[in-house]
């Protein structure tokens, strides 16, 4: 599975350190809103997902897209997170 990062926009809020885009390969489908957190040395990824309120006005998250297979979810997580290790966002275009 190939994976470029298509942008990483940093955002600090608790675990939460940033957003990013996905472009898998070969198909050229791109995944944004991905959110990157770090936490007691582990670091993780989270697919996109939309708020909602439970029975008891929680708020709860449901992923847009989500691996019903948890080895496929780790293969991809890796993945990602070391694409984004090699990601070095494009220089500013002079004015």
């Not at 809103?33 to 929680?58: C, F, I, K």
């Amino acid at each position: 599975m190939g994976i470029e990062i298509q942008s990483f926009r940093k955002y600090e809020k608790n675990s939460l350190k940033g957003y990013l885009a996905v472009q898998l390969q070969p198909s050229g489908l791109e995944i944004r809103d991905l959110t990157l957190h770090e936490s007691n040395d582990r670091r993780w990824v989270n697919m996109p997902a939309r708020p909602y309120q439970d029975s008891e006005g929680n708020q709860k998250y449901s992923y847009i897209v989500y691996f019903p297979d948890k080895k496929r979810s780790e293969q991809f997580q890796a993945v990602v997170l070391k694409a984004l290790d090699d990601y070095r966002p494009p220089e500013p275009k002079p004015t």
